[in-house]
């Protein structure tokens, strides 16, 4: 028995990562906002990915990234 195999999604072909956003985007606001959930998605995407690799340079900590995001999104 044991791990025969591990595998990557580095660019979201085995799991599409929009689907459950859409529903968690629905599911706290059940249709009062009307936007592209698509493009707020990959505007998420971005800041996340342009604040984990400040966070891998040791140029902000994730305590950092957390206020970050809350202001960003508000």
Known sequence: SGMQALFFD???????QLEPYERAFEAVFGGKIRLDISDLFRRSRKHSDVSYQLLLEGKISSEEIGRASCRERV
């Open 10 to 16: 580095i660019d979201d072909t085995l799991y599409n």
